[in-house]
Every structure is written in structure tokens, then in C-alpha cells.
């Protein structure tokens, strides 16, 4: 392993359904963070996790999100009732030190 | 008035050519700098991390931080075409994990 990891890479969704996407960090990393990024923007913080516990969750993370990291490995991120807002590249980052190293992202469209 | 500006570009220059890129902020906290470069449909890859102030290399890559003028620099030296994709800054606080992220100079290097 020698990257972050994120499944799936695409998924098309129609509105009002719900989306589950997995990250699987650098095994070493006990910090990993969700992001969130649109077309021509930079990424926007979602949520960040410290082995097992969420320590922090942007205002951007409406109560549709829901994220978890049992036992401090894996994490979801899921999002309820899908809108179209929705649509973004959703980043999974994982760090042991200030500098994050990100997965390839999961593309989310929802039609 | 965001916290991290960065021209968004498009930047367009001739295979060999010294490239420089910049990001400007606001908070004086911001104490760690990082460049990611991010190819299209991508997860951004981290190139440079600097605490502080002042010059880091790597290879053909600079990285200034000038932190009496709120002002941080990437220059890349003899440009090349797969040097073509969007620049992301971002800085962090001493403390706390989430990062402002600039949003994204797009780069061009003709053959």
C-alpha cells in the first residue's frame, strides 16, 4: 500500500438517493480528512478524524453527511437524499505529520 | 475577503521557461505552506511543504514563503509539457488540522 485509496472512482446518482464512498488511508496515518472540491475551486474541509474519533466537522457538512472511521482504519462518508448540489469531487486525505497526502477522489454527479 | 487568493490563470508558457506561481493570504497564523500540484480529474499531489519562512528546493522546484508580506511562491525551473496542471496553495495554522487551499493557478507549458 502504497497510497491513499478511494472507491469508487465515479458514481453517477439520481437525486434523492443515498451515496456511500470508502478512503482507505496510508495504514501509518492516524489522521484522515474528508474534502470536498468544484470545478475550478480548491478543496473545502469537510470533516477530520484522529484514529476512531471525528474531532472536527465544517458547517458544510449539512446533517445529510454522515462520516465514520471504525476502529481507526477505513473511513464512509455517505450522503443522504442526494441533491444535485452535491455533485463534486469528494478527496480523502490521510496525515501523520502538517503535510496531507490525498487519494485519487471519488467524482459524485447526481442527475 | 478569502483567506488564501490565488490567481486562477490560465497560465500559458513555452517548454523551458521559469514559471512563477504565487498565493497571497490574510492570517498571520498561517505557519505551514504546501504546494499541490493536481492533474485534471485528479486527487491533488503534494510537491512542497515549508514551515515558516523562507526557500525550500527540490530538484526543479522553489518554494518561498515571505511571511512579512503574507506572501508565498512556487517557481519551477526549465518547464516541461507534463508540467501542465492546476497549482493548488494551502497553509495551515500551528494548531489544528484543516488546511485553506487557494483555488488553483491552471499552468500550460507548450512543447
Known amino acids: 500500500d502504497t497510497g491513499v485509496s478511494q472507491n469508487p472512482r465515479h458514481k453517477i446518482t439520481k437525486r434523492g438517493q443515498n451515496v456511500t464512498f470508502r478512503c482507505d488511508p496510508i495504514s501509518e496515518h492516524n489522521r484522515l480528512y474528508w474534502y470536498r472540491q468544484t470545478l475550478g475551486q480548491g478543496p473545502e474541509f469537510l470533516t477530520y478524524f484522529q484514529n476512531e474519533a471525528q474531532l472536527e466537522k465544517s458547517r458544510l457538512l449539512s446533517d445529510r453527511f454522515s462520516a465514520e472511521r471504525p476502529k481507526g482504519s477505513f473511513s464512509t462518508l455517505e450522503i443522504q437524499r442526494t441533491e444535485q448540489g452535491d455533485s463534486a469531487m469528494y478527496l480523502c486525505?490521510?496525515?501523520?505529520?502538517?503535510?496531507?497526502?490525498f487519494g485519487p477522489g471519488t467524482r459524485l454527479t447526481v442527475t | 475577503q478569502k483567506e488564501v487568493e490565488q490567481d486562477p490563470g490560465p497560465l500559458s508558457v513555452p517548454e523551458g521557461a521559469i514559471v512563477s506561481l504565487n498565493c497571497t493570504y490574510s492570517n498571520s497564523a498561517f505557519q505551514y505552506f504546501m504546494w499541490y500540484r493536481q492533474y485534471s480529474r485528479k486527487g491533488p499531489e503534494l510537491l512542497m511543504y515549508?514551515?515558516?519562512?523562507g526557500n525550500k528546493e527540490d530538484g526543479r522546484f522553489t518554494a518561498q514563503v515571505d511571511k512579512s508580506s503574507k506572501y508565498i511562491s512556487l517557481f519551477i525551473r526549465d518547464s516541461q509539457p507534463s508540467d501542465s496542471a492546476t497549482y493548488l496553495c494551502a497553509m495551515k495554522r500551528l494548531t489544528g488540522n484543516q488546511f485553506y487551499f487557494g483555488t488553483g493557478t491552471s499552468l500550460t507549458v507548450i512543447p
Open positions: 486525505a490521510s496525515s501523520l505529520g502538517p503535510a496531507k497526502l
Open positions: 515549508t514551515y515558516s519562512s
